[in-house]
Nanobody
C-alpha cells in the first residue's frame, strides 16, 4: 500500500512564506515524477509545479519566481517552498506522484489547506 502524506499548510499573511512537504511511503520500487496541484473553491484543479526523476522542472506561470519545487530521492519526499504568497494562492494543495510499486500508478495525497489572508 502506497501513501502520500502532505504537511506544512496553514494561514499566512500576503507576502509571507510556507513550505509544503509530501512524503511517499509503502512498497515503492521507483518514483518517476512528482508534482503539486491546487484547487481553489469553484475552480478546477491545476498544476502548480512538477519535477521528474531526472530533475526536470515545470512551473505554472502564476508561480514562477515565487515557488520552488525540490525532491529528496533518498527520503521519497518532495517539497514546495512558497514565497511572496498572494491571496490568489489560497487553495487546497495536493501532492501527486507516479509510483512503480509493481505497476505504475498515479497516487494523490489527501490535500493541505493554504490560506493567504491578512
Amino acid at each position: 500500500q502506497v501513501q502520500l502524506v502532505e504537511s506544512g499548510g496553514g494561514l499566512v499573511q500576503p507576502g509571507g512564506s510556507l513550505r509544503l512537504s509530501c512524503a511517499a511511503s509503502g512498497s515503492i520500487f521507483s518514483i518517476t515524477a512528482m508534482g503539486w496541484y491546487r484547487q481553489a473553491p469553484g475552480k478546477q484543479r491545476e498544476l502548480v509545479a512538477a519535477i521528474t526523476s531526472g530533475g526536470r522542472l515545470n512551473y505554472a506561470d502564476s508561480v514562477k519566481g515565487r515557488f520552488t519545487i525540490s525532491r529528496d530521492k533518498a527520503k521519497n519526499t518532495m517539497y514546495l517552498q512558497m514565497n511572496s504568497l498572494k491571496p490568489e494562492d489560497t487553495a487546497v494543495y495536493y501532492c501527486n506522484a507516479r509510483i512503480n510499486s509493481g505497476t505504475f500508478y498515479d497516487y494523490w495525497g489527501q490535500g493541505t489547506q493554504v490560506t493567504v489572508s491578512s
